[in-house]
């Protein structure tokens, strides 16, 4: 079993910045891939960002490219999402989720562990 506690989420303005956390024990070796999806009332839970923690190899979707930074820690328990010039848009649940098998995917549905879920919200 692999267990993932979220930290680092709270309110900030439109423009500012926030690093989530995301601690990961228990089975960790198991974990090859690590990705921050966010949920908001009424719509999917979509991807964020995504990591290979052997390859280092990452994925972005498309709507926070060029201002979030998804990386590891230096025990490798731990992933990080730096947040930069966040928008209201950016306004949601993030959740921190690992996968078991090496190839990375985008689909919530490709990732057997979760954490709790921490708030982030933009104001304007």
């Known amino acids: 079993q692999v267990q993932l506690v979220e930290s680092g989420g709270g309110l900030v303005q439109a423009g500012g910045s926030l690093r989530l956390s995301c601690a990961a024990a228990g089975r960790t070796g198991s974990t090859y891939v690590m990705a921050w999806f966010r949920q908001v009332p009424e719509k999917e839970r979509e991807i964020v960002a995504a990591i290979n923690r052997v390859s280092g190899s990452t994925y972005y979707a498309d709507s926070v490219k060029g201002r979030f930074t998804i990386s590891r820690g230096g025990a490798e328990n731990t992933v990080y999402l730096q947040m930069n010039s966040l928008k209201r848009e950016d306004t949601a649940v993030y959740y921190c989720?690992?996968?078991?098998?090496?190839?990375?995917?985008?689909?919530?549905?490709?990732?057997?562990?979760w954490g709790q879920g921490t708030q982030v919200t933009v104001s304007s």
């Open positions: 989720a690992a996968r078991t098998l090496f190839s990375m995917v985008t689909t919530s549905t490709g990732y057997g562990y």
